[in-house]
DNA sequence: CCAATTATTGAAACAGTTTGCATAAACAAA
DNA sequence: TTTGTTTATGCAAACTGTTTCAATAATTGG
């Protein structure tokens, strides 16, 4: 078991060798410590390119390390979002999501409520009317958070379809967590 | 204790008519019926102008009903909410708060990560930006939630004023649950 | 190399919310 | 009004996502 994580610690894959510095610098400035679990999460995270849950994470990571507890995954996403490295976003359920932040532009989200379909959105003009806005108030904004709830292009076009077939019954929505 | 809640439902003030005909009829619609709970924190909600969560609204109806139970006000302020007199919101604590709907200004947040204070906004800009963006993705969006965290005008003076004081070491922000 | 210090870990605790169920209350029909 | 049917209620227990804590492991100073 130890091995393994000897093995592992060399870091398996080149890739990602500036994300992989940036966190042991953050680690080191910290006064933190590497360890193999944190190497292995840092390195399933960035292969995986997507909105990750830290149970997502944990699972994936299980399969690679059964010696990886819930915990380890929870903290380390929150290392790695003050690394700069991971974003939280919270899609509007109760879920705390990430998704890389390094070398990513920052952007918003459109969240379709029917298939959970997560569109990414940038708009410096908005950007530009938020920092407008929080000036008003006297107001020093340090993040933000937009998302646009509602119905893709794809699950638009499968309502019409069911509307034509079934006979125009109206559709009840699916868990409108709003918000 | 039933002779109480029947003087209840003959409604305490003759206020909020016109939110008490929606929630009637959403429940008639519905299928539902009235009771003296629902009525009750009704009642109460509407009279606070205030975001709530449920575990707030439970001890102000608590106080006027202690026969009153948590898990009816979870599942009334859903109701309320489907009925378009209340609107879930993620503040970015864990907690869901609720806020008036009805003849209410759709406004976004702005949340100072300090003192918890909450400043609503609106700008008609970002709005017709929001629906521009929305469609140019083909994107058919119901609600959006707009939150700008930062710090607000008082606290950013208690900020300076520390700062004086005791000799400008960097302050340490408190629980930056971000996004 | 050993002892003392400090960080890391996973299990258990925790908060907020939801669900299942037996009882009580609302409503409709007689 | 009384009866029968169906829904609402509130408790307790389940569940979810997240945080805490005591035991363990790593690192540092002597």
């Known amino acids: 078991m130890v ?5 592992v610690m060399g870091s398996k894959t080149e ?4 994300e992989k510095e940036i966190f042991l610098e953050h680690i080191q400035k910290s006064g933190l410590r590497r360890t ?4 292995l999460i840092l390195e399933v995270f960035l292969r995986t390119e997507d909105h990750l849950s830290s149970e997502d994470l944990y699972w994936l990571v299980q399969k690679e390390d059964p010696n ?3 915990t380890t995954v929870y903290r380390t996403l929150k290392l790695l979002t003050e690394a700069g490295l ?7 359920d109760g879920r705390t999501y990430y998704e890389h932040h390094f ?6 989200h459109m969240i379709c409520t029917e298939c959970g ?4 959105f940038f708009s410096a003009e908005i950007e530009e009317l938020q920092d407008q806005m929080a000036e ?3 107001f020093k904004p340090t993040h933000h958070s937009l998302r646009i709830l509602g119905i893709c292009g794809e699950c638009q076009k499968l309502e019409r379809e069911q509307s034509v077939a079934s006979g125009a019954q109206p559709r009840v929505r699916v868990k409108t967590t709003l918000n």
């Open 68 to 70: 990886v507890g819930q």
């Open 86 to 92: 991971a974003r939280e976003v919270r899609l509007g």
């Open 136 to 138: 008003k108030f006297n």
């Open 36 to 39: 193999a679990q944190r190497d």
């Open 15 to 18: 890739e990602f060798k500036e």
């Open 3 to 7: 091995k393994e994580m000897v093995a």
């Open 117 to 120: 379909e997560v569109i990414e």
């Open 103 to 108: 070398d990513h532009e920052h952007h918003d």
